[in-house]
């Protein structure tokens, strides 16, 4: 795999994470069993948080959600590590969000223990290609509308949502 594919072909945004541990980095890829060595995917916990930054633009979030539904025994520590070097709000609340509704980690737990960014006390909120409005609180409560946002009509005043 030569190097201007992996660079152009890559699904994570390089800003994604902020590696206070360059080795982190290295630690969180791997190659497949049977697969060149200069191939490497993203182990599980990396690429979910991959799948994240990407779901309501790139990926469909009830899709990202059910893949999320999928993530079985995440090793202890790194969800955490890879959490605390996430550049993305988003990508951050959305884990705590899901996280705290399938438990696949004590949020509450990695919260206390560790220096995750969460952003302001503010909602994170954004209207999805479907017109799904998707808001994210701060430690991982969230609530969303699927409705799409009511628009006047000529005859009526106000169009039913969806």
Known sequence: MTLFFTKKHSRASPKLFDW????????????????????????????????????????DLEEAHNIFEGLRHPRTELPAWLLVSCTSIKTVRLFLTWARETGVVNVDELIENWPVSTGSDRHWMRRLKDGT??????????????????????????????
């Open 20 to 59: 206070a541990d360059p080795l982190l980095a290295s630690a969180t890829l791997r190659t497949p069993p049977g697969k060149p060595d200069g191939l490497q995917v993203s182990v599980q916990e990396r690429a979910v948080l991959e799948l994240l930054y990407e779901a309501g633009t790139k990926e």
């Open 133 to 162: 409005l998707t808001s994210l609180k701060q430690y991982g409560n969230r609530s969303m509308n699927r409705n799409r946002i009511r628009t006047p009509d000529r005859t009526s005043g106000w169009d039913k949502p969806e």
